[in-house]
Nanobody
């Protein structure tokens, strides 16, 4: 059974930082590109960032314009874990953050593309 478990969310002040983690199991993590997607209150899903699968050095990483330069995606294949380091957080970053993967081992900027999802972790940026 595929499982993706996100942790690390919380309440942070504007300008602060958080590091999200996503523990993966039930599939071969090292060969799977991975993605972060978020959903703000009352809004649709928004693709945030993606990272290529193992075998590349360095990994290829991709970011939405809204987070470029502030967020960093990374992975540890030995630990089957995906990360999202979020710096200089803004109130508009408030959302539920999900890690996601595709059983076809592909990356897409379309959130609906993915068929493996975690339960999400809430990030709230507020003073």
């Amino acid at each position: 059974e595929v499982q993706l478990v996100e942790t690390g969310g919380g309440l942070v002040q504007p300008g602060g930082s958080l590091r999200l983690s996503c523990a993966a199991s039930g599939f071969t993590f090292s060969i799977s590109p991975m993605t972060w997607v978020r959903q703000a209150p009352g809004k649709g899903l928004e693709w945030v960032s993606g990272i290529s699968s193992g075998g590349w050095d360095p990994y290829y990483t991709y970011y939405a314009d809204s987070v470029k330069g502030r967020f960093t995606i990374s992975r540890d294949n030995a630990k089957n874990t995906l990360y999202l380091q979020m710096n200089s957080l803004k109130p508009e970053d408030t959302a539920m953050y999900y890690c996601a993967a595709d059983s076809r081992l592909s990356l897409s900027l379309e959130p609906d593309w993915y068929n493996y999802w975690g339960q999400g972790t809430q990030v709230t940026v507020s003073s």
